[in-house]
Nanobody, 118 residues
């Protein structure tokens, strides 16, 4: 059974930092491209950042210079370091795992809430 378990969300003041983690099980982690997406109330889910099996990262324009995605294949875990958080970053953040060649193997975590407020 595939599981993606996010952690690390919470309430933080503007300008603060959080580190999200997503622990994967039930998949061969090294065969999956990993990503973080977010969804704010009333908005569609949007891409935050992705990281390929080889470690190449792609960031959305709105997080460049503030967020960093990384992965640890030994721990089957992907991270999202978020710095200089803004109120508009408030959303539920979701972890995604997508097999590099099998389109049907596309999995989502349950999400973790990030709230940026003073």
């Amino acid at each position: 059974q595939v599981q993606l378990v996010e952690s690390g969300g919470g309430l933080v003041q503007p300008g603060g930092s959080l580190r999200l983690s997503c622990a994967a099980s039930g998949i061969i982690f090294s065969r999956f491209d990993m990503g973080w997406y977010r969804q704010a109330p009333g908005n569609e889910r949007e891409l935050v950042a992705t990281i390929s099996r080889g470690g190449s990262a792609v960031d959305a324009d709105f997080v460049k210079g503030r967020f960093t995605i990384s992965r640890d294949n030994a721990r089957n875990t992907v991270y999202l370091q978020m710095n200089n958080l803004k109120p508009e970053d408030t959303a539920v953040y979701y972890c995604n795992a997508r097999h590099y060649s099998i389109a049907t193997q596309n999995y989502w975590g349950q999400g973790t809430q990030v709230t940026v407020s003073s």
